[in-house]
């Protein structure tokens, strides 16, 4: 049975395949558009799922779209009718793309879908799942576990913003919600709004911001904002806020609690108040967070947690519940957020709305394959490519481009790094990688102002031969997707000086504070990653090189793309990153590239060619 799930139409569409229970491809839509958090129709993403398993539209069994539009236009009707006469500007930009678009996508996306297969009889094959449904079969049903207790967070779904399901073998049922307006997306989005950064992509910024500030505004964050009750069940107080029914996410009042207004962030440069305000609200979602699994593990008894939804890839609050031991084994979902929702549709529309039969991978791994579930190229097709750019490179055997990338790393150069099948959600995971070497203490600065293009505060992550994790990290378990943030081994760390220690806010990123400074974060943290010889052998095999050179098992990982662009998927996109920025050496396949050895005609200037994210 093939099943094809998709999200689109708000932001991150992508598509995904399941045949016969097995995760045969997935991917976002920005990858082929090369616009980023591309929200239209996902019909690149749909061909190269189709084509990866070399099979037409009309082969589909069903289609599952993974929300229900006519329940989110109730809650938008509803909200409005609640908060009126407040919110009319807002109630009459929204209601025209409705009901020209969004209240007929039944029929819009039969009409796309239609442009793959003429006779596709959408009448029996398009199915719709509720928006927190299907982020809770893209956490089940591929996690390692017989039987989970569920917890989905994001901004909002149809009513949905967190919900409690309880999944079995092939059964998964929703059995507690909270509903919007109380949302802890939300909450964090007001804050990122106020803060400065773009809502639904700047969240990240104000994570790794936080560890910069004091969480000098937790109480009164809790005493004005948030209701929490002991179960972690939240209510937050409207009146400080403007998302029901405004053009933005924070009122006046909002301000006035803070003492300080919005930020404009291409006029108001970050302060300590920025970096406190974002260090509180961290605080109060892991707060939040927490409360909600300790209440979930007292009701279920239930042993293991999956995770899924935007809130989920807030890898430092996902760290700390690891380490609260609350439950026995934790497992999030990599592509948690709306792209994640095509995937957990796709599943849903096979367990539960035919009734088909789930089998457990064993030995504790997931049915992700690693997160890898997008195109790849041969190595024919890459020369091909690479020779149409007008690239000059070498070809190397799998054993010389392992060691010439090892020695280039080892040499202090800034690598991309494109291998095998791309990665599925937002983070890069040795597919579609920019690698440094850790030990370097420039090279945090140089990859963020010379080679990302990005704000200088923003940490980077490292991966990590799965064998020797617990050596450099106070972790000893999987995180194969870069979800949790672990602290870096005591034995590893430089004590700071006093001076130093009285430093404030930003001016402590140039401080070292371990043995792996590109990796460790003000706060001695890092989001690691586990490298595994199973799902990413080409990758293991490079760090495992670089160790041999260096003695250090880590390298630096970041997404191979600019600011502001999606992370690359062809040989096309690669290199023009690679001529667009500093990257030194480009290795895709066993092509090896040098900065040195290109015609400089061929630059490109990446610095400003994507809108700030």
């Known amino acids: 049975m093939r099943i094809l799930g998709l999200s689109a139409l708000y932001h991150d569409s992508a598509a995904a395949l399941v045949v016969d229970g097995n995760v045969v491809a997935a991917a976002q839509e920005e990858r082929f558009t090369r616009k980023k958090h591309d929200a239209g129709f996902p019909e690149h993403a749909i061909g190269y799922c189709l084509g ?73 094959k398009l199915l719709f799942a509720e928006h927190h449904l299907s982020h809770a079969a893209s956490a089940f049903f591929p996690s390692p576990f017989e039987d989970a207790a569920v917890l989905t967070m994001d901004g909002v779904g149809e009513w949905t913003t967190t919900s409690l399901a309880m999944g079995s073998g092939n059964k998964l049922e929703i059995h507690k919600e909270l509903h919007f307006p109380h949302s802890l997306g ?43 009750k002991e179960d972690g069940s939240f209510r937050l107080d409207q009146s400080y806020f403007d ?77 700390k519940i690891l380490r609260q031991n609350i439950f026995d ?60 750019c007008g690239a000059k490179f070498s070809v190397l055997d799998d054993g010389s481009m392992i060691a010439a990338t090892a020695e280039a790393l080892a040499a202090e150069k800034a690598v991309g790094w494109m291998q095998g099948r791309m990665e599925f959600g937002p983070r890069a995971l ?51 997707y870069m979800l949790l943030v672990a602290p870096v081994a005591e034995k590893h760390r430089r004590a700071m000086t006093e001076d130093e220690q009285k430093l404030f806010g930003i001016d402590k990123l140039n401080v070292p504070r371990s043995s792996l400074p590109a990796i460790t974060h003000v706060d001695y943290s890092a989001r690691v990653q586990t490298i595994h010889a199973d799902t990413n052998p080409r990758y293991h095999a490079l760090i495992s090189a670089f160790k041999g050179l260096t003695g250090c098992g880590v390298v630096v990982n970041t997404s191979f793309n600019v600011r502001g662009e999606p992370i690359v998927c062809s040989p096309e996109d690669a290199w023009r990153c690679f001529m667009g920025s500093e990257i030194e050496v480009l290795v895709v396949g066993n092509c090896f590239l040098r900065k040195e050895d290109q015609d400089p005609a061929l630059k490109l200037d990446y610095k400003n060619a994507f809108e700030l994210d």
């Open 52 to 124: 990866e398993a070399g099979i037409g539209l009309g082969d589909v069994d069903y289609v599952v779209f993974y929300d229900k539009p006519f329940l989110k236009f109730e809650r938008l009707l509803e909200t409005y009718v609640s908060f009126a006469p407040r919110g009319f500007t807002s109630f009459k930009a929204a209601m025209p793309v409705w009901l020209k678009e969004k209240l007929f996508q039944k029929d819009m996306l039969s009409k796309e879908l239609k442009l793959f297969a003429k006779d596709f009889d959408w009448i029996n």
């Open 186 to 228: 939300l909450l964090y989005s007001a804050f990122t709004y106020y803060t400065g950064f773009k809502v639904n992509s700047g969240e990240y910024k104000l994570m790794g911001l936080a560890p910069y500030g004091e969480p000098k505004y937790t109480k009164q964050i809790l005493d004005n904002l948030v209701d929490l």
């Open 243 to 319: 998302y029901c029914t405004g053009l933005h996410m924070t009122n006046d009042r909002f301000a006035a609690l803070f003492g300080q207004p919005v930020r404009k962030a291409d006029k108001d440069p970050l302060t300590q108040f920025h970096m406190d305000i974002a260090a509180s609200i961290q605080e109060v979602t892991e707060i939040i967070v927490s409360q909600l699994c300790r209440g979930i593990k007292k009701e279920t008894g239930a042993k293991n947690l999956c995770l899924a939804g935007g809130v989920a890839l807030n890898c430092v609050a996902n760290g």
């Open 329 to 388: 084994n934790i497992w999030i979902q990599p592509a948690a957020g709306d792209a994640g929702g095509a995937l957990g549709a796709a599943l849903a529309g096979y367990h539960i709305h035919k009734g088909q039969p789930r089998k457990i991978t064993g030995n504790g791994k997931d049915a992700m394959k690693g997160s890898y579930l997008g195109p790849v190229f041969e190595q024919s097709d890459i020369e091909a490519r690479l020779t149409a």
């Open 430 to 480: 040795g597919g579609r990688s920019i690698l440094g070497d850790p030990r370097s203490p420039t090279m945090q600065k140089l990859l963020n102002l010379k080679v990302k293009y990005r704000e200088s505060f923003r940490p980077f992550a490292p991966s990590v031969l799965r064998e020797d994790v617990a050596e450099w990290f106070d972790l000893d378990g999987d995180s194969p």
